[in-house]
């Protein structure tokens, strides 16, 4: 018989060593997140898998379920923290959608369209970040970065390279490149690297390609973040 | 060809009229007026009061964004910044366009330029030639219109709309799409969506007949007021497709004097910085350009639909064609220079974009899947295009790593800024001076600037809830007269 954990009032099954974002997302249950992918290591950086564990709230993405823990998740204390998180990482960064080629492909716009963002609601910093598009193939915008880490674990772990990784602290955590320069181009970044392929948003993007594919083809024109994560979607 | 009234010789002391915003036009402006104690014109100026910088912000930012940053400045004929910018974009990437791809691309212009005149003729400026410059301002705008005349208001929606379809067809969206990229297009239309076009295009064209016919009538009626309304001589500037036919899409730069004389001709619009200069004013945010060869003093001109029926040799769709060759034995066989006969001028181009996106729809190569092509690249890239206020201009370079270092855009309202102010002169010259002030006359000037359809690079506005204030103060300061139009169309003393 196998073990269970309960989400949102619903029963959720478990395999030893999944966390109860694993298990969420294996049973169809939609909890938002950013910073993860299952393919890699949980960071719990993005804190916006913020679940209430027996009374507590835990990042889901690095907490094991244990049988019989009663998580709340989808309740509107925790929406109303997800959309508060999600536009501080909007007005942190640059992030001008009108005109950004991942618009449709983004992640953390659809999680703001899941999570009903209107607006930014906080000031924006605005802060100053260069692009740095010194590879031959591959485009970094720190304008669009959100310290997710992604690229940096992909990089590490998949590609064996240490390309991309976090300098300085606080609001002035910059993503850096490995190499004397400071510049993309002389790191041995491969356009065919997983950690160009992982990036969530538009900070590491495949040069030359913005807007080939039309609009309402994209991968979220037509169905959300929360269908396309957990594999729901027509039905 | 004179600067008359552009600055007044001795300013201290005249009284000073400020019409702020100019309503029922894209964007923000405003136009000052320098009068005496006996209410003589002095000084008239069209000033722009916007300020936008996007030659500066993309700098820094990859070229393949461009076309789909820059379409930002507007919300009316966002295509043209969109394709100026992929045509700009082709030379970079040093692509020649697919049959498939070109075709796309000139169907959505024409849908653009189509929805934008059906836009201006019937929202913007039909509630002047139907009701009257100075008739009762509570009715004076497209509510009215749909009141008086329903049919025609009608038909102005469902051109726009049909405009509109055509871009979302083409681009993904109505307004800001991302169908035009570098090299091409990124979607072809399929069977469905074809034959949805198809469906309604012959009334489109029938209603588009209507329209010509509708100006032609109110024109002609008073041909001598419209005639003389605002009236000076200019150049005249715009693309022509290599055998001098109209061409929207793509040509060569013609020019031609006020008595008709060719300046140039078939440019190659890649070096038009030898042609063209630009004058910066220190009263206006927007610069004024003027053709090199005959001085800032001589050489302004006009583009957009006039500068476009008079220099082309001919229509390549028939029933335009045929409105041309009226339009121009009214103007006794030579180039037209009225003012108001720009709306004569855009209902003749809104026929030709009907007619065009007609025989379009029926070619194949819409249907295609060839949608890319990519050369050899280059730093340097310019795209001209006609849109739907004049011929559009953009010119970028880009570094090594394929960012933008510098940008030029010479938007179609910027090359006509000295022709509208020359229009507000001479209407004011004609219709205000020494004359007691009124909400109508002072109308007449926003009559002449919405003549040029002028799209002050802003896609904010509210037909006819624009709030107007006049004041007019006396030598000493002080308020003499004030008129104020509310948001809801009211007018206080």
Not at chain 2, 11 to 27: Q, Y
Not at chain 2, 170 to 188: C, F, L, Y
Request: glycine share 8%.
């Amino acid at each position: 018989m196998s073990k269970t954990i309960t989400i949102d009032e619903l029963a959720v099954p478990f395999k030893e060593g999944q966390t109860i974002m694993d298990a969420a997302l294996a049973a169809g249950v939609y909890i938002p997140h950013l910073c993860h992918n299952p393919e890699f290591k949980p960071h719990g950086s993005c804190k916006l898998c913020t679940v209430n564990v027996n009374g507590r709230n835990v990042a889901s993405c690095t907490l094991p379920a244990v049988e019989g823990q009663q998580v709340l998740s989808d309740i509107e204390e925790l929406n109303a923290d997800r959309l508060a998180l999600t536009q501080m990482l909007f007005v942190e960064g640059n992030h001008l959608c009108p005109a950004c080629e991942k618009t449709g492909n983004c992640q953390l716009q659809a999680v703001a369209y899941y999570l009903g963002m209107m607006s930014p609601h906080y000031n924006h910093f605005y802060p100053q970040r260069e692009a740095d598009a010194s590879h031959h193939d591959v485009m970094l915008d720190r304008n669009r970065c959100i310290y997710c880490e992604l690229c940096v674990r992909a990089s590490r772990e998949v590609d064996g390279k240490n390309v991309f990784g976090l300098s300085g602290r606080g609001i002035k955590t910059l993503l850096v490149v490995n190499s004397a320069s400071g510049l993309l181009g002389d790191t041995d970044l491969a356009v065919t690297d997983k950690a160009v392929q992982v990036c969530p948003t538009g900070a590491i993007l495949i040069k030359r390609h913005g807007y080939a594919v039309p609009i309402g083809q994209r991968v979220f024109d037509h169905i959300t973040i929360k269908d396309v994560q957990t594999g729901g979607g027509d039905e | 060809m004179t600067f008359e009234l552009e600055t007044a010789a001795n300013p201290e002391g005249l009284k000073r009229v400020v019409i702020e915003p100019v309503s029922r036009v894209e964007g923000h402006g405003k136009v000052t007026l320098l009068l005496d104690d006996d209410n003589r014109v002095h000084q008239a100026r069209f000033h722009i009061v916007e300020f936008r910088g996007f030659e500066k912000f993309i700098q820094g930012r990859p070229y393949w964004e461009v076309p789909v940053i820059v379409q930002r400045l507007c919300g009316i004929c966002p295509v043209s910044h969109n394709l100026g910018a992929a045509k700009a974009m082709d030379m970079i990437v040093g692509a020649q366009l697919t049959p498939t791809a070109e075709k796309l691309r000139r169907l959505m212009h024409l849908g653009q330029v189509l929805q934008s005149h059906a836009l201006h003729f019937y929202y913007l400026a039909s509630p002047d030639l139907l009701f009257g410059f100075d008739s009762d301002v509570a009715r004076r705008n497209i509510v009215g219109v749909a009141a008086a005349y329903p049919d025609v208001a009608r038909q102005g929606v469902s051109l726009r709309k049909y405009g509109q379809e055509v871009i979302r067809l083409t681009s993904g969206k109505r307004i800001h799409g991302t169908g035009a990229i570098p090299g091409g297009v990124n979607k072809n239309l399929s069977m469905e969506e074809r034959d949805a076009l198809l469906k309604d295009i012959d009334q489109m064209i029938a209603w588009s007949r209507d329209a010509v016919e509708l100006i032609k009538k109110i024109y002609c009626g008073q041909a001598d007021f419209h005639n003389g309304f605002g009236y000076f001589k200019s150049c005249f500037m715009s693309l022509v497709r290599d055998d001098g036919a109209l061409d929207l899409y793509h040509g060569g730069l013609r020019a031609r004097d006020e008595h008709g004389q060719t300046i140039f001709d078939h440019v190659d619009y890649s070096s038009y910085w030898d042609y063209i200069h630009e004058e910066v004013k220190s009263w206006s945010y927007m610069k004024f350009p003027f053709i090199r060869s005959r001085g800032r003093e001589e050489g302004w001109y006009r583009v957009g639909p006039l500068a476009r029926i008079n220099n082309c040799d001919f229509i390549p769709t028939p029933l335009a064609e045929t409105e041309r060759m009226t339009f121009k034995a009214f103007g006794g066989g030579s180039a037209t220079q009225s003012t108001l006969a720009y709306h004569w001028a855009r209902m003749i181009e809104m026929l030709h974009c009907a007619e065009g996106i007609q025989e379009l729809l029926h070619d194949s190569d819409l249907l295609g899947t060839d949608l890319v092509n990519r050369g050899e690249r280059a730093l340097r890239g310019v795209g001209v295009i006609e849109a739907p206020r004049g011929t559009l201009i953009h010119h970028y370079r880009i570094n090594e790593d394929e960012l933008i270092v510098r940008a030029n855009l010479i938007v179609s309202t910027t090359h006509n800024n000295q022709a509208m102010n020359e229009a507000v002169r001479q209407v004011a010259l004609q219709y205000l001076d020494g004359q007691q002030l009124t909400e109508g006359l002072l109308n007449h000037i926003e009559v002449a600037i919405r003549a040029f359809d002028p799209c002050l690079s802003c896609a904010t506005h509210a037909v006819g809830k624009m709030p107007l204030e006049v004041e007019l103060v006396d030598a000493g300061g002080k308020v003499i007269d004030r008129l104020r139009k509310n948001s809801d169309g009211r007018c206080d003393a």
